[in-house]
């Protein structure tokens, strides 16, 4: 069931998983004749104000898309400054995070990170692992079809070892294995920067979430952009392939594939 909150006006239903693709930063950096290294240390911001936010209205999870198996191929310079910044953030922002309650993940392929960076993110989930708050995924050389395979492979090996049948998987299998495990799949993802395609983000997860596409470059993203989102999810009927008339007209957004399922 999702939660519902009131701002002193309607109660309305809130996500339990948002999941933002944060995209616009060179842009962002390039109209300010910046580099784009500038722009990515300027989404900085956006980044600590919607995991505030979200730990505020109780948003159970936060994944953020931050850099993706294809970003591997910009610039090597870019791609440097990238994992710079991913070095300085974590070891930065891991006591606030903490102080706040957050669980922080980083889901992708770590392998391709250098053994640093790999030993640095191990540290922060393992310092932030035993915090009920805010579940926050951080997804670094992550790509959607990746996810996939990593999952199909981890289950073939179970299967050939004898450990699990080739019958026994299902979906709720399948998802288990996939990165983002036992989290409830994204209710509302929203992209900034413009551009309207999924850019092989949680390819399997995203099945079902409401698309919200933001005009703002991800630096500008801030609350008021953020309350536009959440007023745009809670404006959905969604309908899980059901008709509108089974929905029922007041059912709130949040409401998840199983309480219809539950319905008459
Ligand atoms: C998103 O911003 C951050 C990453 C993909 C790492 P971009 O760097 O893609 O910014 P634009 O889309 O070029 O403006
Ligand atoms: C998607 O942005 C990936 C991230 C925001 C991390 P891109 O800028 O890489 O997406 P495309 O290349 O425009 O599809
Ligand atoms: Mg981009």
Not at 133 to 139: H, K
Not at 186 to 204: H, V
Not at 222 to 251: I, K, Y
Request: with cysteine; proline share 3%.
């Amino acid at each position: 069931m999702a939660r519902v909150v009131s701002d002193n006006a309607e109660p309305r239903a809130l996500p339990r998983h948002i999941a933002i693709t944060m995209d616009g930063n060179g842009r962002w950096a390039a109209a300010r004749g910046l580099a784009r290294s500038a722009g990515h240390k300027a989404g900085l911001e956006p980044v600590r104000l919607c995991v505030r936010e979200c730990s505020r209205l109780g948003i159970g999870a936060l994944t953020l898309f931050a850099f993706s198996s294809e970003n591997w191929s910009r610039p090597a310079e870019e791609v440097a400054s990238l994992m710079g910044l991913f070095l300085e953030t974590i070891d930065r922002e891991v006591n606030d995070l903490d102080r706040q309650g957050v669980r922080l993940r980083i889901i992708g392929n770590r392998q391709a990170l250098s053994v640093r960076l790999q030993a640095q993110i191990a540290a922060a989930e393992q310092r932030t692992a035993g915090n009920s708050g805010l579940n926050l995924q951080v997804a670094v050389s992550y790509g959607g079809r990746w996810d996939i395979v990593q999952a199909a492979r981890a289950l073939a090996a179970e299967c050939a070892s004898g450990a699990l049948a080739v019958a026994a998987i299902d979906e709720a299998r399948f998802g288990a294995a996939l990165e983002l495990g036992a989290l409830p799949d994204p209710d509302l993802l929203i992209r900034t920067g413009a551009e309207r395609r999924i850019s092989n983000f949680l390819l399997w997860n995203l099945a079902y979430a409401e698309l919200y596409f933001s005009e703002r470059l991800w630096p500008d993203f801030d609350a008021a952009e953020l309350a536009c989102a959440l007023e745009f999810f809670a404006g959905r009927e969604r309908r899980f392939g059901h008709t509108g008339a089974q929905r029922g007209a007041e059912a709130p957004a949040g409401r998840g594939a199983a309480a219809l399922k539950a319905a008459p």
